[in-house]
């Protein structure tokens, strides 16, 4: 190290600092996974469709009554707010509790709604008749569309929070060993 006082330190030349400019592998990691926990809009959906229905705010010919699955759905949110505790700190058990209630509160009322929606969809196919509709087009049309999407999103969210849940273990297991 170099002084004021002083000459510079034997051996520094300060070509020595390439080493200290790298981040190491697994910080990038952690950011890069991170970045990847994302919100899902498709919640937005499903609580616009609630809440028009609930407030009687549209008639139900422009937006239909909403499936037995959308309410549990709207409870999605939680595994959200746990992901967004869990990331300043690299709070473990926070992104486990997330990624649980992910297939909770995510996934299994998609999968409900589903099987919920598919007589309505067989119908819909075989007859083309419809009963319900979100402006102008089929509820079940769109539902399933959103379900697409919201699986693929929320199938992600576990993906990444696994990721991101084994690089922190690595990294605490790294700590316990020093």
């Known amino acids: 190290m170099a002084s004021r006082a002083g000459p510079r330190a034997a051996g520094t030349d300060g070509s020595d600092f390439q080493h200290r ?3 190491a592998s697994h910080y990038q990691m952690r950011y890069m996974y991170t970045n990847k926990l994302v919100t899902c809009p498709d919640r937005l959906v499903s609580a616009f469709q609630v809440t028009v229905s609930q407030l009687t705010l549209v008639s139900h010919k422009v937006v239909a009554s909403p499936y037995q699955w959308e309410y549990p759905y709207l409870l999605s949110i939680v595994p959200t707010v746990f992901c967004f505790l869990a990331l300043p700190r690299n709070n473990i058990s926070y992104l486990v509790i997330s990624m649980i209630s992910a297939g909770l509160f995510c996934v299994a009322p998609l999968i409900y709604g589903c099987m919920e929606m598919f007589p309505v969809a067989q119908q819909l196919l075989r007859h083309g008749k419809a009963y319900r509709f979100i402006f102008g087009f089929s509820a079940v049309s769109v539902l399933y569309l959103v379900i697409v999407i ?21 990294g605490t297991q790294e700590k316990k060993k020093k």
Do not use: N
């Open 21 to 23: 400019e790298r981040v």
């Open 150 to 170: 919201a699986v693929q999103v929320h199938g992600w969210q576990i993906y990444y929070s696994k990721k991101l849940l084994d690089q922190w273990f690595a």
